[in-house]
């Protein structure tokens, strides 16, 4: 891959928290940035004074900020794929729309992850109500049954117990073409972020801990508390899956740990993740660097961190504390400019190191 020279221009389409702080880590190493949203003044067009403001269907913006921009890559995966398809073969896109297309549906990533004998939960295809009760009847229940697209933060899924109404659950999700996952009891949530760049080259962060309130991600412990045969695991799933992908730019795996030691992998996410957001205050190199250094051509960065850390979601009006946050010792407050404050949006995050101790 030809490496993008300073005063190269990035293209970053949606305007999110995620594209707001790729495009910060790009300014830092002198690349311009240009952010395609469909909301004006959205958290990642502030940072930029090149922004096209468009719904991201539209196939004739699209290809007007494609020639306006050096290399593009994405913030959140639930975009329409023929808008990259269409401009794939007038700039590099990272990762390729054929990634996003496997990633933004959830039959398609399991039947992915199937193929390169990575473990998952048992699930099925859903189409009907009928296969509902099929299915339901080979993965028992509780199972959890979620929408193949558009689903994240909890939206789009359902769980059932074995007593509900499967009429119910299915109208529930509108008839959607849905998966059936059998339920996993586990001890944690983690995620691994790997990048990679066109030649190969990969770089992997840490194994982390998450933990979810209302389906959200509230807080993420760095590094996570397993022994270091499960972490060297973690990370190969990871690795394996970003090679199988032919990635380009960064994929966040997220995992189930089981109570035997066994780590299924739950969902991918091929961009910035928000459990990956301690490595801009605790790693040499942050995830969004990486994201920015593996699609401009450049050599990956050190993924090791310097410090163990917590990252805590600011959402909704958790927000407006921000005087006393900043106050805290050993932290780093990190704010998105939204507006305007809803419940259950993230409005920024706090990340607080644990430095090791000067000796004596």
Not at 196 to 203: L, S, V, Y
Not at 244 to 271: C, H, K, S, W, Y
Not at 299 to 323: I, Q, S, T, V, Y
Request: glycine share 8%; hydrophobic share 40%.
């Amino acid at each position: 891959m030809t490496i993008l020279p300073p005063n190269s221009t990035i293209g970053i389409v949606g305007g999110g928290q995620l594209g707001r702080m790729i495009g910060q880590a790009a300014s830092r190493l002198g690349y311009r940035v240009h952010v395609f949203t469909d909301q004006a003044g959205s958290s990642a067009a502030q940072i930029t004074d090149q922004a096209t403001v468009a719904a991201y269907d539209d196939l004739d913006a699209m290809r007007r900020f494609a020639q306006a921009v050096d290399v593009v890559t994405i913030e959140f995966e639930n975009l329409p794929v023929e808008g990259l398809q269409a401009i794939a073969s007038d700039v590099s896109v990272c990762p390729s729309p054929d990634v996003l297309a496997v990633c933004q549906d959830r039959l398609k990533e399991k039947q992915f992850l199937q193929s390169l004998d990575v473990p998952t939960a048992p699930f099925a295809a859903v189409s009907t109500a009928a296969e509902l009760k099929s299915a339901i009847t080979t993965l028992g229940a509780p199972s959890v049954l979620k929408t193949r697209r558009m689903g994240y933060d909890g939206k789009g899924q359902v769980m059932i117990q074995a007593d509900d109404d499967l009429d119910a659950a299915w109208h529930t999700l509108r008839g959607s073409e849905s998966v059936l996952e059998g339920f996993v009891t586990f001890e944690r949530e983690m995620s691994v972020i790997t990048a990679r760049t066109a030649d190969g080259e990969k770089a992997s962060y840490v194994p982390v801990e998450n933990q979810h309130e209302h389906h959200i991600l509230a807080k993420t412990i760095a590094p996570a508390p397993i022994p270091d045969s499960q972490a060297t695991a973690a990370v190969a799933l990871a690795e394996r899956i970003a090679d199988g992908l032919d990635l380009v730019g960064i994929v966040a795996v997220e995992m189930f740990q089981t109570f035997e030691g066994d780590i299924l992998v739950n969902e991918l996410a091929p961009r910035p993740h928000n459990s990956g957001h301690w490595t801009i205050d605790a790693c040499l190199v942050s995830q969004f660097e990486q994201v920015v250094r593996a699609i401009t051509g450049l050599p990956l960065g050190a993924p090791e961190r310097f410090a163990d850390a917590k990252m805590d979601n600011l959402l909704g009006d958790a927000a407006e504390a921000w005087l006393d946050l900043i106050k805290q010792p050993n932290s780093r407050l990190h704010l998105y400019g939204k507006t305007p404050i809803r419940p259950g949006r993230k409005q920024g995050h706090i990340t607080t190191l644990r430095l090791p101790t000067a000796p004596s």
